[in-house]
């Protein structure tokens, strides 16, 4: 499907959706619903040459010995406005630190929402990209058990369509959900500096869902085919010289990223009864000439009375297989820099990092929530650090570097 006939779908039905608002009967009340959510939260480390930040869509993060409350603090508003039972349409800005360095509001959600039956809606705008558990709220604090969700991907959000479908099954609820649609937003690399730009990349996902009892279980498939290149001086030169080296070709396809198509996929089990609430979850991400990444996700936790203690582990691993130019080392300082330069621009994408963790979450209102949190991370190729330091060493000679991040968070809902 090319990208012209995604945004005329998006866009027929937008305007079929809005359409049907003109229909409603003139006593039909219009209800509008405000609610907020917000997080004030502090980090702290002393690993130095270290930015600890939230996740990649930041381009910088906390640095060592001193407290940050940049990382984690956030703002969010969501309105949504009921024209009639079956529409309805819904935005939502969210302000937190971004790849820019500030905090300008970002418009996550602006969508309408057609809903014919209780068994299917569809809508029709800016929507969450809904890759996995909890997707779509990442960014509200007090929904999470932890202070922050441990692998949020990039992109967050698309300009599309999708479809809900969900009906009772055996003493249970299925869902399906289809998507199709643009995707927005940028990432910034472990150096710190290196933007790319997700923006008016095809995507299409579909979530099946099936929940019974306590137990929920969900796989998620999703292709995503790049629309941009990275665009720095430096990297356009890198290619150049590349295509004079024996695997040049071979190196130049695998850094491309134009055009190329990932597949993600998702596994996920959770359980929430009583004191008790688990997650475990696996996640794939392949691309063609590739090395790939397996991301593996668990969380639990134990409430008692006001207070919930929790752990969690992550583990994003990636095949560390860098394609060599094929130029012998110590032939030039040409050559040498040459070689360098393409083994650091292949690890870009790549990310082997661990994260042990110990929390607590006390709901001293039903409205509020205090956290406090103990990080110990782990990597070789980092994703929630930034360390420019290592883009100034060979690849080879990486080794692992492990710091612990002390985080404070008061989420909040209103």
Known sequence: MTKIKIKKLAMSAMLLLGASTAFADDDTPSMLDV???????????DEHGVQFRRDVSQGHGAGAGH???APDSMLGLQVTAHFRPDVEATIQAISHLNVDNNYKPDLTWAFLKYSPSDDWYIRAGRLALDFYVQGDSAEIGYSNLLIRQPIVTI??????????WRRPVEGGLIKVRGMAGLTSGNSIGADGANRFDYRDSEVLA???EYSRGSWMGRYTFGRLKIDKEFKSAAFKQLLSALQFAPNGASIIDRLSFKDRVLNYQQIALAYDQGPVQALIS????????????QEFIATAGYRLGDITPYAGFFKQHSDRKIIHTGIPDGLSVATDALNMASALSQSGPLTNQTDFILGARYDFTPHKALKFQADRIRYQDPGTAIEPGLFQQTYEQRGHRAFTVISVALDFVF
């Not at 992109?155 to 809900?164: E, L, N, Q, T």
Request: hydrophobic share 30%.
């Open 155 to 164: 992109p967050r959000s698309y300009d599309g369509i999708d479809i809900d």
């Open 35 to 45: 609610h907020g959510f917000g997080t004030l939260g502090a980090v702290y480390h």
């Open 282 to 293: 696996y996640d794939n991400l392949t691309s063609d000439n590739w090395p790939g990444r």
């Open 206 to 208: 579909s979530t099946l």
């Open 67 to 69: 407290l940050s409350f």
